[in-house]
């Protein structure tokens, strides 16, 4: 077992890094890793819970739970998600809200690291 | 070092790859990057295909625009999830988005 | 009475950015908008794939079976079925080797009666020209 | 007085599009113009209420506010917005809610559009 | 045609602009097009200034980049928001953004 | 016990998306993360201004007075208050012909004794390889 942790950086809905994430993170998982995932920019919009599953757009909600329930850790930029009018009792629960330390402390440990940047 | 790197966009902005050196190169297409694998602009295969290194695209993504069925180079490797997880761990040691 | 006419012009590729989707969406919403216009007025959209925009119209995507979002293919189909002129720039795709075998051209199976129209540039400027007002994507 | 109609398709805080927007909107209104603003895409998270302004975050909600008090008609796309988890319930107040083809509409009754699209 | 054409990023991945052929041109460079008056890569000023139209640049856009002082070439106007207002509904007809 | 050294590696312009930004937070919240780690264990970001994200180190941004947020350049600022390694690749600022008198050259009026490091790429591809990890932005 290894450790993987990824810095989500993109809109839920648009360029596919969340969905592609969220992918690799599953894989990552059913090989028997463990994944940190760090959520900041405009990625934190993830983070809404009550999110309407709706054909034409990706969603991450049902996501985000399931990789929750199989071990993943989740954070949340606390400052980001402010920002964006989200606060905790609006967002999906099992989340972690930190200040953006969590995602150096979780590369501290980890063996690899995938920052999905770009635009 | 052992770098991999994911090109996740068609047009890129970024010139840092064509100055980067390093031991061993992989270089996977992911998302928009899968364009590279198969569109050829005026007849030309792409650029960035004409490095030392080894290139990989996923075969999700291909599907997802269309080219499921497409001619891919011998010289890139169709692969899911699960083997950019592996490569990741077992093949390279830093990783690049681009 | 008056009907407007909207160029929606799509430049770049699909999947990175919702917009090109959205260009799609937009233009098929015409459909139902006489409940906001008055008696008579009408809009009248006309979908331009220029450029990068023009790889969009690739066959077969899968993106409902990779990532169960609707592809752009079906937005483009939803789009003819709607009755929508959907024009390709024909030097796009010669300059991307993309032949007819390998586009939507139709939405024939969705009970649609219009096609694609594989034009030149050319023509996508005289639609930007006659439009009223051109919404860039 | 001419109409001006404006497509805002970007997220809130990043390619500083809908920045952008809210300074022209109100120099529209400055010179006596009507102006409309239509949010799809990436651009409903504009309309989630309480965003907190931290001054390394553009912000948007009190702008729109006073757009809205100036005689802008600002109206979110639904279904982008539903699918990004933002009910009614969270949404500042007075900004319109309804689908893609009210914007076809203020279009047809526009002297000028402004699509701001891009990436 | 009076078209209005607003270019708003310096890395520019369509071509649009240089096939539209319009009466009237006006290009208004905006947000991160305004490194388009300023900066010139290898000596030479950007390629998107050689055109048949009229250039403006907006001031608070220059001024937020560290570039409120650059010199700018004199077929550039700089303007205001207010100004953009005006060319809209005075100068042009219809407006791309890019 | 360990120290693990990260590469932040800026390569776009700033302003355009979030990114360049919060490639500069990140690396500077570096300064609290000990509160998380394990006695001894350190971590040491390095920022790298790349190709079009050189002109990130532009002076005189007013992005404060004009649209009312924090300026790239006061990040820059605030990373070499905090201690941070910031390099800038000498090429890229020839290239565009951006002289030093045109950038943050340090942020002495903050009262910090660290400055820009002006540095042929070659030495951001070591900082690269020494690295334990690398982020691109």
């Known amino acids: 077992m290894a450790v993987l942790s990824m810095g989500i950086f993109s809109s839920l809905i648009g360029s596919m890094s969340t969905d592609f994430a969220i992918k690799l993170a599953s894989s990552a998982i059913e090989k028997g890793h463990k994944v940190n995932l760090w959520l900041s920019g405009n990625a934190v919009g993830l983070v809404k819970k009550s999110q309407k599953h709706l054909k034409d757009y990706s969603t991450g909600e049902k996501h985000l739970i399931d990789l929750m329930q199989k071990g993943v850790e989740i954070c949340t930029c606390e400052a980001c998600t402010y920002a964006r009018g989200i606060q905790k009792a609006d967002a999906i629960e099992g989340v972690q809200w930190n200040a953006m330390h969590w995602y150096l402390a979780k590369i501290h440990s980890s063996d690899r690291v995938l920052q999905i940047g770009g635009e | 070092m052992k770098l991999a790197v994911f090109v996740s966009d068609y047009r890129l902005n970024v010139d840092t790859l064509d100055r980067l050196t390093s031991a061993k190169l992989g ?72 | 009475m008056a009907d407007k006419k909207l160029a929606f012009i799509v430049q770049r590729t699909p999947y990175k950015s919702e917009n090109p989707k959205l260009a799609l969406t937009h233009a098929i919403s015409y459909q139902t908008v006489e409940i906001l216009l008055e008696d008579g007025d009408t809009v009248t959209p006309t979908v331009c794939l220029v450029g990068d925009g023009v790889i969009a119209c690739l066959k077969d995507q899968k993106a409902m079976e990779t990532y169960g979002i609707t592809s752009t293919e079906m937005h483009l189909k939803s789009a003819l079925l709607v009755d929508l002129d959907v024009m390709v720039c024909k030097e796009d795709l010669d300059r991307f080797g993309i032949s007819e075998s390998m586009i939507v051209l139709d939405a024939e199976d969705m009970g649609a009666d219009k096609k694609i129209q594989i034009v030149p540039f050319a023509s996508i400027v005289e639609t930007i020209k006659n439009a009223n007002h051109v919404l860039f994507f």
């Open chain 2, 27 to 98: 270089i996977i297409l992911v998302q928009n990057g899968v364009y590279h694998a198969t569109l050829k602009e005026n007849g030309k295969p792409s650029s960035l295909l004409g490095k030392n290194a080894d290139y990989y695209v996923l075969m999700d993504d291909l599907e997802t625009r269309g080219l499921g069925s497409a001619t891919i180079d011998d010289n890139i490797k169709v692969i899911s999830y699960g083997d950019i997880v592996d490569l990741i761990f077992n093949e390279y040691e830093k990783t690049a988005w681009l």
